[in-house]
């Protein structure tokens, strides 16, 4: 039996018959024909090489054309097309390569002046003929796979050009468009699978078609038919584009290399640390390393590290679309991260890590893999920092070029293909190195500068000089004309004049988010938004958002990343950005910044169990966690807003549930600096309500129990005052105050509270079965701790068939541990247990795989359960685990102490750990003791029941 399979790319169709068999036999394999419908392979590709020729050939230099004209013709290519396929082995492979190189050079040479559907064309074409030829034999190689990925990555770049487009052009290449994103797809040839598959559904009119084509680009069946080829690599994710034109630093990375290549063997993991002043270089050295090391190590990662949040996320994407590890969760960042470090430590893959930007050694130490082989490289500012992480003789300082390496490193910028520059344009440029004093940034940046005004170097000198003298003599009259830091202010000057108004407010905006990987949607506003009119580029309208980007992108001051979809500003353009902003400007871009992330981030709910906007909030929360620390950075000299208030507080309903960097308090704290700094007599003071109720429950997570009480009943009055009385909000509040006072053990009062809550419940004709569970859970939990256990059950089986409606994993796990809990505490440990199975059976369910406190409690009460049941063993396995949960997700010092009791109950049962046991039994008290100030309540006696009194009801 056999179907076809209609694909259009641009200027050639494929129709690709797939013959199958009833018994295939995998020596045979597939049996792929390619024929031309309309016209054949080669007149497809002169076509294209035509049209590219004719596209450029105003531009052309005379070394250009020759290379057109070299490459290799259609005739050629389809000689050795037709060579690979007749052969059994893949001998023929480099042939094939060789054929295919010169159109990449090609199109690397010509960059920005290739008509992008012509580029589009060829490029396909180019794939088609290599993944075709490989999916009909069944091998490949990595020579293949390499070239494959290039294909594709060059593509992206040719997608990333779509992306900064104006929408009228979009709406015309729309086919184009949807063969960039593919890319996505065969940039691993299985990365964004999912992505591409969903994003066909009905947007294009081959979309079937092109789904059955992208199912037989599946990596798995591509590199586990590859020759030797391992399951997860070679896994190169590095999602900044290879600079082409970097140049010099062999001393640099003779040393790097001389340090690393042993240990990507055998030997420990090694470290190189390579510090300096921003913007010297550490960045493009260490970028440029990892892409040469691309043929020979099977792994190399790139990871930001200016941040915890920032290094989980990274590796979070790494264990999702790169390694795609197993049982990883897209919005589990930590989880994933640990993952990524753990399968580095226990694979035989040779692997590179390169950590960029770091700030912290400790922070480094966390995720840095404990095995016998492997390498980490990393670019820090601080020499303090490259100290503590590595030995002093595993730490560069990079530093500026000299002036021979600086004068043609300069040169390179402009004219990287010709550095036989005349005499006067050499002293001019060395002049400028000499200035700049060899700072790679700075260099850079003024090779832009100078190539956006058309200038020659030795006509630039005098203008950057005279500039140089005006401006620090205005800004401060110490200046140094020899003082490279003040050579480089002049710089920043000459290119910040040079932006257009709407330039002037992007780059203000991403002066202050992160400065890796902002997404470019950010910057997207539908047409008919409310907006100001600075916004309008946004939309779009008259000058437009490719507009602004490729003018800053041409100036240097940005750069796209590899995927096209994120935007990076290096640390020191944002601070000299800032810097040279007046006070007026930098509040105009502060407050832009807050207005397009409000749109953006998801507005806070009523539930943050219902996870549905969770994967919006995490695309944008590191660039709202930025506005915030900048906004800390700058308070005195920034006002706040009540767009700045919402925004914070939206960002506490996410991170209250997402919090594996521990960002929670600090957000928290700067919402209350925010909101009493609000110049505003109006200002909503439901706000601070909201703030109230945030803190309140975090002080409950930490076993604050106290302030919990005093903040939410602040919080009630405020509630009370502004609101009607049936308002969710004013439910929840009582819903807290009940949950508080359970804590502290004034049941009677958490029932009380409970109750008015669902009055107001009763008044709300529509129904809210996910409130209904979670007043009943909570009532429950009341009763039994008084031994109400009757009542109790009636409320859990209240909740549990609500859970049925609601159909949530979590709220039935919830149920469940109740009905443990319940049957435990009347010692029907047969019911208990079967509770315990039903529990454990919806967390297999849930697929969730990631360390949560329910799953911490979850393992406790099974340890309890196990512990009545003399089964000690058992019982601490299941303690162990709910005190790694306990250190992992950063539960209170009460949650602690009760484990390492229950740790200390059940080893005691063991004669060979009786050591152990008095530990968790020191552990234990000692930890107590830190709580028993503030709690007197809390009884002194050594049993569960006394140690049940420092945690939350929730968990007893």
């Known amino acids: 039996m056999s179907h076809a399979i209609e694909i259009s790319f641009n200027s050639f169709d494929f129709l690709i018959v797939e013959q199958k068999t009833e018994d295939l036999n995998p020596s045979v394999g597939l049996k792929i024909q390619i024929e031309m419908q309309g016209m054949d392979l080669g007149k497809g590709i002169i076509a294209v090489r035509k049209n590219i020729f004719d596209d450029c050939e105003q531009q052309l230099d005379s070394q250009t054309r020759e290379l057109v004209a070299s490459i290799p013709t259609e005739n050629d290519l389809w000689i050795e097309l037709e060579k690979v396929r007749q052969e059994e082995t893949v001998a023929n492979f480099s042939r094939l390569q060789s054929m295919i190189k010169p159109y990449l050079s090609l199109i690397n040479r010509l960059g920005h002046a290739l008509n992008n559907m012509n580029e589009v064309a060829l490029l396909w074409g180019l794939l088609c003929v290599a993944v075709l030829v490989c999916l009909e034999k069944q091998v490949t190689n990595e020579g293949m796979i390499r070239m494959m990925r290039e ?11 779509y992306a900064l487009s104006d929408q009228e052009i979009l709406n015309e290449v729309k086919e184009d468009m949807l063969q960039g994103m593919y890319d996505e797809a065969l940039n691993t040839l299985q990365a964004h699978y999912e992505t591409v598959k969903t994003f066909s559904n009905g947007f294009f009119p081959h979309g079937k078609e092109l789904r059955k084509f992208v199912d037989l680009l599946n990596t798995e069946y591509l590199e586990q038919k590859a020759l030797d080829a391992p399951n997860r690599w070679p896994c190169h994710d590095i999602p900044i584009d290879r600079n082409e034109h970097f140049f010099g630093r062999e001393d640099v990375l003779s040393v790097i290399d001389r340090q690393l290549e042993p240990s990507l063997q055998k030997g420990g993991v090694k470290r190189v640390v390579l510090y300096g002043i921003k913007g010297i270089g550490k960045t493009q050295i260490s970028l440029h390393y990892a892409y040469s090391k ?35 969760e897209s919005q589990s960042h930590k989880d994933n991260a640990v993952r990524v470090i753990d399968w580095l430590e226990n694979t035989d893959a040779r692997w590179l890590l390169v950590y960029d930007d770091a700030s912290s050694a400790n922070l480094l130490k966390q995720y840095c893999p404990k095995t016998n082989h492997g390498a980490i490289l990393v670019t820090a500012n601080s020499r303090h920092l490259a100290h503590q992480f590595a030995h002093k003789q595993k730490c560069l300082e990079i530093k500026g070029f000299d002036d021979t390496e600086g004068t043609r490193f300069l040169l390179n910028c402009l004219s990287p293909d010709d550095l036989e520059e005349s005499a006067t344009e050499y002293e001019a440029a060395k002049d400028l190195s000499r200035e700049l004093g060899g700072h790679a940034l700075g260099m850079h940046q003024i090779a832009a500068l100078i190539d956006s005004r058309a200038e020659s170097i030795e006509r630039f000198v005098p203008i950057y000089k005279s500039k140089m003298e005006l401006f ?41 988010l992160t400065p890796n990987f902002t997404p470019i949607e950010i910057f997207r506003l539908p047409k008919d938004t409310i907006s100001p009119e600075k916004l309008d580029f946004c939309k779009d309208q008259g000058y437009s958002l490719g507009n602004v980007q490729r003018h800053l992108l041409d100036l240097a001051l940005i750069t796209v990343d590899t995927r096209g979809d994120t935007i990076s500003v290096h640390r020191l353009v944002q601070a000299e950005y800032r810097f040279h902003s007046s006070q007026n400007d930098r509040q105009e871009n502060f407050d832009t910044a807050v207005h397009l992330l409000l749109r953006k981030f998801p507005s806070r709910g009523g539930s943050r169990i219902l996870e549905k906007d969770w994967p919006i909030a995490e695309r944008y929360i590191l660039q709202v966690l930025a506005l915030i620390k900048n906004y800390r950075q700058e308070e005195r000299s ?115 509270c409970f109750e008015k809550a669902r009055e107001i419940l009763r008044s709300d004709p529509s129904e809210n079965p996910a409130k209904s569970i979670l007043l009943s859970l909570n009532t429950a939990r009341n009763l039994y701790c008084m031994c109400n256990y009757e009542k109790a059950k009636e409320c859990l089986d209240s909740a549990l068939a609500d859970s049925y409606i609601v159909e949530s994993w979590y709220w039935r796990l919830s149920v469940y541990i109740g009905f443990n809990s319940l049957y435990f505490r009347m010692n029907d440990l047969a019911t208990a247990h079967k509770y315990i199975e039903l529990a454990e059976d919806a967390i297999e369910k849930s697929r969730v795989t990631r360390l949560t406190p329910l799953k911490g409690c979850y393992a406790f009460q099974l340890g309890r359960l196990y512990l009545a049941q003399n089964k000690f063993q058992e019982s601490i396995k299941q303690f162990e685990y709910a005190l790694t949960v306990c250190k992992y997700c950063k539960l209170s010092v009460g949650a602690k102490a009760r484990v390492h009791f229950a740790l200390f109950k059940a080893t005691e049962q063991d004669p060979t750990r009786q050591e152990e046991a008095l530990k968790h039994q020191a552990d234990a008290f000692r930890l107590r003791e830190r709580i028993l100030a503030n709690r007197r309540e809390i009884r002194r006696d050594d049993d569960f029941e006394a140690f049940d009194l420092l945690v939350k009801i929730m968990e007893r």
Not at 472 to 484: A, K
Not at 492 to 503: A, G, K, R, T, V
Not at 640 to 648: M, Y
């Open 638 to 752: 920034l006002r706040s807003s009540g767009e700045l208030c919402n925004l914070i507080c939206d960002a506490t309903w996410y991170l209250f549930l997402n919090d594996t960097a521990e960002n929670l308090e600090l957000v928290l704290e700067t919402g209350f600096e925010a909101y009493y700094a609000w110049d505003d007599l109006e200002k909503d003071v439901l706000i601070r309500a909201y703030l109230l109720c945030n803190s309140a429950l975090h002080n409950v997570n930490l076993g604050e129990f106290h302030n919990a009480l005093r903040k939410t009943e602040e919080c009630l009055s405020i509630q009370k005052s502004k609101l009607l009385p049936n308002d969710e909000q004013i439910l929840n509040s009582y819903n807290n105050l009940g949950i508080i006072h359970g804590s502290l053990a004034n049941y009677t009062t958490g029932l009380a």
């Open 151 to 161: 294909l594709s990555r060059m593509l992206g770049r040719v997608n990333r050009l």
């Open 294 to 328: 691309r043929d020979t190590v099977d792994v190399v990662l790139w990871i930001p590290a200016g941040d915890a949040l920032s290094i989980q996320h990274r590796l979070s994407n790494i264990a999702v679309a790169s390694l795609r590890l197993d049982g990883v």
């Open 472 to 512: 620090h003599r205005d800004l401060d009259e110490d200046w140094d004309p020899h003082n490279f830091k003040d050579c480089l202010g002049t710089l920043w000057q000459l290119s910040f004049e040079n932006l257009q108004p709407y330039d002037r407010i992007c780059l203000g905006v991403l002066a202050y």
